[in-house]
Protein backbone atom coordinates (compact mmCIF):
# COMPACT_ATOMS: atom_id res chain seq x y z
CA UNK A 1 0.00 0.00 0.00
CA UNK A 2 1.49 3.20 -1.10
CA UNK A 3 0.79 6.49 0.77
CA UNK A 4 0.62 9.80 -0.70
CA UNK A 5 1.36 12.86 1.37
CA UNK A 6 0.01 16.23 0.67
CA UNK A 7 1.25 19.64 2.18
CA UNK A 8 -1.91 21.44 2.65
CA UNK A 9 -1.10 25.57 2.55
CA UNK A 10 -3.37 28.27 3.96
CA UNK A 11 -2.67 32.22 3.31
CA UNK A 12 0.19 33.76 4.23
CA UNK A 13 -0.02 37.25 6.20
CA UNK A 14 1.19 38.91 3.18
CA UNK A 15 -1.61 37.62 1.05
CA UNK A 16 -4.08 38.18 3.30
CA UNK A 17 -3.32 42.05 3.79
CA UNK A 18 -2.94 42.54 0.28
CA UNK A 19 -6.45 40.63 -0.96
CA UNK A 20 -7.83 43.22 2.53
CA UNK A 21 -6.18 46.43 1.05
CA UNK A 22 -7.92 45.30 -2.60
CA UNK A 23 -11.34 44.79 -1.18
CA UNK A 24 -11.62 47.73 0.96
CA UNK A 25 -10.34 50.24 -1.90
CA UNK A 26 -13.04 48.63 -3.92
CA UNK A 27 -15.84 48.44 -0.94
CA UNK A 28 -14.19 52.84 -0.64
CA UNK A 29 -15.34 52.52 -4.78
CA UNK A 30 -18.80 51.41 -4.47
CA UNK A 31 -19.31 53.74 -1.29
CA UNK A 32 -17.98 56.87 -3.31
CA UNK A 33 -20.07 55.75 -6.58
CA UNK A 34 -23.26 55.67 -3.99
CA UNK A 35 -22.46 58.79 -2.50
CA UNK A 36 -22.31 60.42 -5.43
CA UNK A 37 -25.16 59.22 -6.98
CA UNK A 38 -27.61 59.52 -3.87
CA UNK A 39 -26.24 63.39 -4.24
CA UNK A 40 -26.84 64.01 -7.54
CA UNK A 41 -30.59 62.25 -7.42
CA UNK A 42 -31.21 64.79 -4.32
CA UNK A 43 -30.00 67.58 -5.99
CA UNK A 44 -31.58 66.66 -9.39
CA UNK A 45 -34.92 65.94 -7.07
CA UNK A 46 -34.78 69.23 -5.44
CA UNK A 47 -34.05 71.44 -8.72
CA UNK A 48 -37.08 69.46 -10.21
CA UNK A 49 -39.37 70.35 -7.61
CA UNK A 50 -38.15 74.18 -7.69
CA UNK A 51 -38.58 73.46 -11.52
CA UNK A 52 -41.77 71.98 -11.16
CA UNK A 53 -43.66 74.56 -8.57
CA UNK A 54 -42.42 77.32 -10.62
CA UNK A 55 -43.96 76.00 -13.29
CA UNK A 56 -46.94 75.68 -11.08
CA UNK A 57 -46.89 79.13 -10.08
CA UNK A 58 -46.61 80.53 -13.45
CA UNK A 59 -49.30 78.56 -15.18
CA UNK A 60 -52.00 79.68 -12.30
CA UNK A 61 -51.17 83.26 -12.26
CA UNK A 62 -50.74 83.45 -16.18
CA UNK A 63 -53.65 81.50 -16.71
CA UNK A 64 -55.81 83.97 -14.05
CA UNK A 65 -54.16 87.29 -15.66
CA UNK A 66 -55.10 86.30 -19.49
CA UNK A 67 -58.50 86.52 -18.35
CA UNK A 68 -58.59 89.54 -16.09
CA UNK A 69 -61.25 91.63 -17.02
CA UNK A 70 -63.60 88.69 -19.25
CA UNK A 71 -66.90 88.54 -18.37
CA UNK A 72 -68.39 86.94 -20.80
CA UNK A 73 -68.89 87.64 -24.76
CA UNK A 74 -69.39 91.31 -24.57
CA UNK A 75 -66.29 93.36 -25.75
CA UNK A 76 -66.05 96.56 -27.17
CA UNK A 77 -66.42 95.76 -30.05
CA UNK A 78 -70.35 95.94 -29.73
CA UNK A 79 -71.43 99.85 -29.05
CA UNK A 80 -73.53 100.12 -25.91
CA UNK A 81 -76.90 102.26 -26.55
CA UNK A 82 -76.79 106.07 -26.07
CA UNK A 83 -79.39 105.89 -23.58
CA UNK A 84 -77.44 103.13 -21.57
CA UNK A 85 -73.54 103.21 -21.93
CA UNK A 86 -72.92 100.93 -18.75
CA UNK A 87 -72.17 97.38 -20.38
CA UNK A 88 -70.76 96.23 -16.96
CA UNK A 89 -73.16 95.83 -14.02
CA UNK A 90 -73.09 94.76 -10.15
CA UNK A 91 -75.72 93.35 -8.95
CA UNK A 92 -73.88 91.76 -6.03
CA UNK A 93 -75.51 93.03 -2.79
CA UNK A 94 -73.98 96.40 -1.55
CA UNK A 95 -73.73 94.72 2.14
CA UNK A 96 -70.85 92.31 0.61
CA UNK A 97 -68.44 94.78 -0.94
CA UNK A 98 -65.88 95.98 1.84
CA UNK A 99 -62.41 96.82 1.59
CA UNK A 100 -62.13 92.85 3.39
CA UNK A 101 -63.60 91.79 0.08
CA UNK A 102 -62.36 93.73 -2.54
CA UNK A 103 -61.79 91.50 -4.74
CA UNK A 104 -65.51 90.84 -5.78
CA UNK A 105 -66.16 94.38 -6.07
CA UNK A 106 -66.36 94.76 -9.94
CA UNK A 107 -66.24 98.98 -9.97
CA UNK A 108 -62.34 98.27 -9.54
CA UNK A 109 -61.63 97.14 -12.50
CA UNK A 110 -60.62 93.60 -14.10
CA UNK A 111 -57.12 93.78 -12.36
CA UNK A 112 -55.05 95.39 -9.84
CA UNK A 113 -51.89 95.69 -8.60
CA UNK A 114 -50.35 96.73 -5.32
CA UNK A 115 -46.56 97.64 -5.30
CA UNK A 116 -45.02 95.79 -2.39
CA UNK A 117 -42.33 98.80 -1.87
CA UNK A 118 -44.56 101.96 -2.04
CA UNK A 119 -44.63 103.97 1.15
CA UNK A 120 -48.43 103.53 1.13
CA UNK A 121 -50.41 100.18 1.14
CA UNK A 122 -53.43 100.43 -1.79
CA UNK A 123 -54.56 98.68 -4.28
CA UNK A 124 -53.89 100.34 -7.73
CA UNK A 125 -56.37 101.80 -9.34
CA UNK A 126 -59.00 101.43 -7.00
CA UNK A 127 -56.89 103.21 -4.08
CA UNK A 128 -58.64 100.81 -1.27
CA UNK A 129 -56.26 100.03 1.87
CA UNK A 130 -54.93 96.81 1.45
CA UNK A 131 -53.97 96.23 5.22
CA UNK A 132 -57.96 95.59 5.61
CA UNK A 133 -57.99 92.67 3.82
CA UNK A 134 -58.65 89.30 6.34
CA UNK A 135 -54.98 88.60 5.83
CA UNK A 136 -53.01 91.01 4.77
CA UNK A 137 -50.13 90.28 2.62
CA UNK A 138 -46.18 90.94 3.16
CA UNK A 139 -45.53 94.09 2.84
CA UNK A 140 -42.11 94.00 4.75
CA UNK A 141 -40.32 93.17 7.43
CA UNK A 142 -41.25 96.05 9.74
CA UNK A 143 -44.84 96.33 8.53
CA UNK A 144 -45.51 91.98 8.46
CA UNK A 145 -48.00 90.98 11.48
CA UNK A 146 -46.76 88.51 13.41
CA UNK A 147 -50.29 87.71 14.88
CA UNK A 148 -50.82 86.77 11.41
CA UNK A 149 -47.72 85.57 9.64
CA UNK A 150 -45.56 84.85 12.26
CA UNK A 151 -41.83 85.86 11.87
CA UNK A 152 -41.22 87.59 9.15
CA UNK A 153 -40.21 85.93 6.15
CA UNK A 154 -40.15 89.16 3.62
CA UNK A 155 -37.09 89.02 1.12
CA UNK A 156 -37.64 92.57 -0.52
CA UNK A 157 -41.11 93.65 -0.44
CA UNK A 158 -42.98 91.13 -2.54
CA UNK A 159 -45.68 92.65 -5.22
CA UNK A 160 -49.24 91.26 -5.04
CA UNK A 161 -52.12 91.39 -7.97
CA UNK A 162 -56.01 91.14 -7.90
CA UNK A 163 -57.74 89.42 -11.20
CA UNK A 164 -61.49 89.51 -11.47
CA UNK A 165 -63.24 87.70 -14.27
CA UNK A 166 -66.02 84.59 -15.34
CA UNK A 167 -64.79 81.51 -15.21
CA UNK A 168 -64.38 79.24 -18.46
CA UNK A 169 -67.69 76.80 -17.81
CA UNK A 170 -70.47 78.56 -18.73
CA UNK A 171 -74.43 77.75 -19.47
CA UNK A 172 -76.64 78.69 -21.99
CA UNK A 173 -79.38 81.00 -20.94
CA UNK A 174 -82.70 78.83 -22.42
CA UNK A 175 -85.31 81.82 -22.42
CA UNK A 176 -85.98 85.56 -21.55
CA UNK A 177 -86.26 86.51 -18.08
CA UNK A 178 -89.85 87.90 -16.73
CA UNK A 179 -88.79 90.52 -15.10
CA UNK A 180 -85.36 92.45 -13.79
CA UNK A 181 -85.66 90.13 -11.00
CA UNK A 182 -87.08 87.00 -11.62
CA UNK A 183 -85.03 84.08 -13.08
CA UNK A 184 -82.68 83.25 -14.86
CA UNK A 185 -83.18 80.28 -17.19
CA UNK A 186 -80.18 78.15 -17.52
CA UNK A 187 -80.11 73.66 -17.88
CA UNK A 188 -78.36 73.48 -14.07
CA UNK A 189 -76.70 70.21 -15.57
CA UNK A 190 -73.31 69.87 -13.62
CA UNK A 191 -70.40 70.97 -16.23
CA UNK A 192 -67.28 69.15 -15.59
CA UNK A 193 -68.73 68.65 -12.04
CA UNK A 194 -69.24 72.00 -11.49
CA UNK A 195 -72.95 73.39 -10.96
CA UNK A 196 -74.39 76.64 -10.15
CA UNK A 197 -75.51 76.68 -5.91
CA UNK A 198 -76.97 79.22 -3.52
CA UNK A 199 -74.00 82.25 -2.64
CA UNK A 200 -72.35 81.84 -5.91
CA UNK A 201 -71.33 84.78 -7.42
CA UNK A 202 -71.70 84.42 -11.60
CA UNK A 203 -72.04 86.78 -14.41
CA UNK A 204 -74.11 86.73 -17.03
CA UNK A 205 -73.40 88.12 -20.72
CA UNK A 206 -75.22 88.54 -23.95
CA UNK A 207 -72.78 89.80 -26.44
CA UNK A 208 -73.90 93.63 -25.44
CA UNK A 209 -73.95 93.37 -21.70
CA UNK A 210 -73.16 91.76 -18.49
CA UNK A 211 -73.93 91.40 -15.00
CA UNK A 212 -72.60 90.17 -12.09
CA UNK A 213 -74.71 89.34 -9.10
CA UNK A 214 -75.13 86.90 -6.59
CA UNK A 215 -77.55 83.31 -6.73
CA UNK A 216 -80.04 83.35 -4.44
CA UNK A 217 -80.92 79.97 -5.03
CA UNK A 218 -80.87 77.36 -8.01
CA UNK A 219 -82.82 74.57 -9.25
CA UNK A 220 -82.47 72.13 -12.32
CA UNK A 221 -83.49 75.23 -14.46
CA UNK A 222 -82.94 78.20 -13.48
CA UNK A 223 -81.20 80.29 -10.76
CA UNK A 224 -82.75 83.69 -9.24
CA UNK A 225 -80.75 86.62 -7.83
CA UNK A 226 -80.22 87.56 -4.31
CA UNK A 227 -83.89 88.89 -3.19
CA UNK A 228 -84.34 92.55 -4.27
CA UNK A 229 -81.70 93.13 -6.26
CA UNK A 230 -82.36 93.73 -10.42
CA UNK A 231 -80.06 92.63 -13.08
CA UNK A 232 -79.19 95.18 -15.30
CA UNK A 233 -81.65 98.38 -14.92
CA UNK A 234 -79.97 100.30 -17.73
CA UNK A 235 -80.67 97.71 -20.40
CA UNK A 236 -83.16 94.72 -18.78
CA UNK A 237 -80.85 92.10 -19.34
CA UNK A 238 -82.13 88.63 -20.92
CA UNK A 239 -85.33 90.84 -22.97
CA UNK A 240 -85.24 91.57 -26.00
CA UNK A 241 -83.56 95.01 -26.77
CA UNK A 242 -82.34 96.93 -30.17
CA UNK A 243 -78.12 98.00 -29.87
CA UNK A 244 -76.81 101.35 -31.21
CA UNK A 245 -76.62 99.57 -34.85
CA UNK A 246 -79.96 98.78 -34.75
CA UNK A 247 -79.68 94.98 -34.16
CA UNK A 248 -82.11 92.98 -31.99
CA UNK A 249 -80.21 91.10 -28.77
CA UNK A 250 -81.49 88.18 -28.01
CA UNK A 251 -81.37 85.80 -24.84
CA UNK A 252 -79.97 83.09 -27.21
CA UNK A 253 -76.39 84.59 -27.02
CA UNK A 254 -76.79 84.53 -23.36
CA UNK A 255 -74.30 82.52 -21.31
CA UNK A 256 -73.79 82.70 -17.14
CA UNK A 257 -70.59 81.42 -15.95
CA UNK A 258 -69.20 81.49 -12.26
CA UNK A 259 -67.43 84.85 -11.25
CA UNK A 260 -64.17 84.07 -9.95
CA UNK A 261 -62.26 87.08 -8.55
CA UNK A 262 -58.83 86.13 -6.84
CA UNK A 263 -55.70 87.83 -5.49
CA UNK A 264 -52.45 86.31 -5.11
CA UNK A 265 -49.81 87.25 -2.84
CA UNK A 266 -46.68 86.23 -0.54
CA UNK A 267 -47.64 85.13 3.04
CA UNK A 268 -45.87 82.84 5.60
CA UNK A 269 -47.22 79.74 5.23
CA UNK A 270 -46.25 75.65 6.33
CA UNK A 271 -43.32 74.54 4.86
CA UNK A 272 -44.33 70.75 5.80
CA UNK A 273 -45.75 68.66 3.00
CA UNK A 274 -49.13 66.76 3.11
CA UNK A 275 -50.63 68.92 5.92
CA UNK A 276 -52.71 72.50 6.28
CA UNK A 277 -51.10 75.80 5.48
CA UNK A 278 -52.30 76.89 9.40
CA UNK A 279 -49.20 77.59 10.61
CA UNK A 280 -50.25 77.30 14.48
CA UNK A 281 -49.68 73.28 13.47
CA UNK A 282 -46.79 73.34 11.59
CA UNK A 283 -43.51 72.97 12.72
CA UNK A 284 -41.39 74.75 9.95
CA UNK A 285 -43.03 77.44 8.58
CA UNK A 286 -41.68 80.16 5.84
CA UNK A 287 -42.70 82.10 2.15
CA UNK A 288 -45.37 80.43 0.58
CA UNK A 289 -47.82 81.51 -2.87
CA UNK A 290 -51.50 82.77 -1.02
CA UNK A 291 -54.46 83.48 -2.68
CA UNK A 292 -58.20 84.63 -1.81
CA UNK A 293 -61.15 83.59 -3.23
CA UNK A 294 -64.61 84.01 -2.94
CA UNK A 295 -66.10 80.65 -0.99
CA UNK A 296 -69.88 80.75 -1.57
CA UNK A 297 -70.05 78.08 1.33
CA UNK A 298 -69.25 80.75 4.22
CA UNK A 299 -70.33 83.76 2.08
CA UNK A 300 -66.25 85.50 2.45
CA UNK A 301 -63.36 86.00 0.94
CA UNK A 302 -61.48 82.88 2.09
CA UNK A 303 -57.42 83.12 2.53
CA UNK A 304 -55.80 79.88 0.91
CA UNK A 305 -51.76 78.83 0.61
CA UNK A 306 -50.94 77.28 -2.94
CA UNK A 307 -47.29 76.68 -2.72
CA UNK A 308 -44.85 76.87 -0.40
CA UNK A 309 -41.30 77.99 -1.28
CA UNK A 310 -42.16 80.81 -3.35
CA UNK A 311 -39.99 83.33 -1.65
CA UNK A 312 -40.70 86.39 -3.80
CA UNK A 313 -43.10 87.84 -6.17
CA UNK A 314 -42.32 91.22 -8.70
CA UNK A 315 -44.73 92.09 -10.99
CA UNK A 316 -44.81 95.25 -13.51
CA UNK A 317 -47.34 96.32 -16.19
CA UNK A 318 -46.87 96.90 -19.75
CA UNK A 319 -48.54 100.08 -20.89
CA UNK A 320 -49.43 101.08 -24.32
CA UNK A 321 -49.37 104.37 -25.33
CA UNK A 322 -49.50 104.15 -29.01
CA UNK A 323 -52.50 101.92 -29.39
CA UNK A 324 -50.96 99.77 -31.40
CA UNK A 325 -51.15 96.74 -28.06
CA UNK A 326 -47.53 96.32 -27.59
CA UNK A 327 -46.17 97.55 -24.30
CA UNK A 328 -44.30 100.57 -24.86
CA UNK A 329 -42.42 99.97 -21.17
CA UNK A 330 -43.18 98.07 -18.03
CA UNK A 331 -43.93 100.20 -14.68
CA UNK A 332 -44.76 99.63 -11.12
CA UNK A 333 -48.16 99.41 -9.88
CA UNK A 334 -47.93 102.62 -8.22
CA UNK A 335 -46.54 104.39 -11.41
CA UNK A 336 -48.04 108.17 -11.71
CA UNK A 337 -49.04 107.62 -15.38
CA UNK A 338 -51.41 104.49 -13.94
CA UNK A 339 -53.31 106.86 -11.68
CA UNK A 340 -56.50 106.49 -12.45
CA UNK A 341 -59.36 103.54 -13.87
CA UNK A 342 -59.59 104.60 -17.33
CA UNK A 343 -55.76 104.40 -17.79
CA UNK A 344 -55.57 101.06 -16.58
CA UNK A 345 -58.25 99.95 -18.49
CA UNK A 346 -56.93 101.66 -22.37
CA UNK A 347 -52.99 101.20 -21.44
CA UNK A 348 -52.07 98.26 -19.58
CA UNK A 349 -52.03 95.63 -22.21
CA UNK A 350 -49.10 93.00 -20.74
CA UNK A 351 -48.20 91.63 -17.30
CA UNK A 352 -44.86 90.57 -16.29
CA UNK A 353 -44.20 88.31 -13.26
CA UNK A 354 -41.23 87.85 -11.97
CA UNK A 355 -40.74 84.67 -9.69
CA UNK A 356 -38.23 82.97 -6.84
CA UNK A 357 -38.86 80.21 -5.40
CA UNK A 358 -36.65 78.26 -2.49
CA UNK A 359 -36.39 74.63 -0.97
CA UNK A 360 -38.62 73.94 1.69
CA UNK A 361 -35.94 73.35 4.17
CA UNK A 362 -32.51 73.90 3.89
CA UNK A 363 -30.59 70.71 1.19
CA UNK A 364 -27.92 72.41 -0.32
CA UNK A 365 -24.19 71.45 1.02
CA UNK A 366 -23.08 74.81 -0.21
CA UNK A 367 -24.30 78.51 1.02
CA UNK A 368 -26.11 80.26 -1.44
CA UNK A 369 -24.23 83.19 -2.48
CA UNK A 370 -25.85 84.95 -4.87
CA UNK A 371 -26.65 88.37 -4.80
CA UNK A 372 -30.11 88.72 -6.21
CA UNK A 373 -30.21 92.56 -7.66
CA UNK A 374 -32.18 93.76 -10.36
CA UNK A 375 -29.28 94.70 -12.16
CA UNK A 376 -28.43 90.89 -12.40
CA UNK A 377 -31.99 89.61 -13.15
CA UNK A 378 -34.79 91.47 -14.73
CA UNK A 379 -37.44 88.81 -13.08
CA UNK A 380 -36.73 90.73 -10.06
CA UNK A 381 -38.21 94.52 -11.99
CA UNK A 382 -36.96 96.84 -9.81
CA UNK A 383 -36.53 95.38 -6.39
CA UNK A 384 -32.97 93.96 -4.60
CA UNK A 385 -33.85 91.12 -2.72
CA UNK A 386 -32.39 90.00 0.78
CA UNK A 387 -30.88 94.25 1.35
CA UNK A 388 -28.72 93.44 -1.67
CA UNK A 389 -26.19 90.75 -0.68
CA UNK A 390 -26.47 87.38 -0.79
CA UNK A 391 -28.53 85.61 1.44
CA UNK A 392 -25.80 83.61 2.55
CA UNK A 393 -27.67 80.27 3.52
CA UNK A 394 -28.66 76.64 2.52
CA UNK A 395 -31.40 76.57 0.37
CA UNK A 396 -31.40 76.00 -3.34
CA UNK A 397 -33.47 78.58 -5.40
CA UNK A 398 -34.73 79.45 -8.62
CA UNK A 399 -36.08 82.20 -10.69
CA UNK A 400 -38.32 82.36 -13.69
CA UNK A 401 -40.01 85.40 -15.42
CA UNK A 402 -43.50 85.21 -17.16
CA UNK A 403 -44.67 88.08 -19.86
CA UNK A 404 -48.51 87.42 -19.95
CA UNK A 405 -51.07 89.52 -22.89
CA UNK A 406 -54.39 90.58 -21.68
CA UNK A 407 -57.25 90.12 -23.91
CA UNK A 408 -60.18 91.64 -22.07
CA UNK A 409 -58.51 94.96 -21.43
CA UNK A 410 -61.40 98.06 -22.02
CA UNK A 411 -64.68 96.28 -21.93
CA UNK A 412 -66.70 98.22 -19.99
Not at 112 to 119: D, L, N, R, V, Y
Request: charged fraction near 15%; proline fraction near 4%.
Amino acid sequence: MTTQNSTQRGFSLVELMVAMAIGIFLMFGAVTVFTNSKRTYNENEVSSRLQENLRFASEILTHDVRMAGYYGCANTDVPATAASPTKLHSAIPAGLITDANHIIDISGGGIEGWEGSAATAEWHPSGVDISAWVSAPVASNAAMSAATFGAPVSTGNPDAILIRHAGGVHWEVTSQMASLTSAVSIDNTPVNGVAVNADDLVSVSNCNSADVFQVGNQGSTSVTPVSGTKLNTEYGEKKSFTSDAGTAVDYATSRLSKFSPVAYYIGLGCMEPDTDSNTATCANTGPALFRQIWDSASGTVVRQQLLAGIENMQITYGIDTSGDRVPDSYVRADDASLGSLANWDTQVVSVRIGLLARTELPRSLQPDTLVYTAAQNRALNDTDLFGGVAPNDTHTRRMLLATVALRNTNQR
